[in-house]
């Protein structure tokens, strides 16, 4: 079993900064990729970047420039730095991982954004 663990959320000011981390335990020993998505209210839910096989990373349009993903394998740990946020960047942030083909998420962390 995996589970995975994200923290780091909370409410910001535009413009500033949060930096969430998720932290994978249980069956990790082969991590395909490990995301983070979002989903505001009434919206479905998105891909806003991803690390894929440790090799490549993937950026929303609405996050490049703004936002990093990084990972350290040593920790089973992805982050997701968030700099310069805005109003529209409010929402439930998930971890996903795909580990051997199985796909698992987090219990999502709560971003809020004031203007």
């Known amino acids: 079993q995996v589970q995975l663990v994200e923290s780091g959320g909370g409410l910001v000011q535009a413009g500033g900064s949060l930096r969430l981390s998720c932290v994978a335990t249980g069956s990790t020993f082969s991590i395909n990729s490990m995301c983070w998505y979002r989903q505001a209210p009434g919206k479905q839910r998105e891909l806003v970047a991803a690390?894929?096989?440790?090799?490549?990373?993937n950026y929303a349009d609405f996050v490049k420039g703004r936002f990093t993903i990084s990972r350290d394998n040593a920790k089973n740990t992805v982050y997701l730095q968030m700099n310069s946020l805005k109003p529209e960047d409010t929402a439930v942030y998930y971890c996903?991982?795909?580990?051997?083909?199985?796909?698992?998420w987090g219990q999502g962390t709560q971003v809020t954004v004031s203007s």
């Open positions: 996903h991982a795909n580990i051997i083909g199985f796909d698992y």
């Open positions: 690390t894929i096989n440790d090799r490549s990373t």
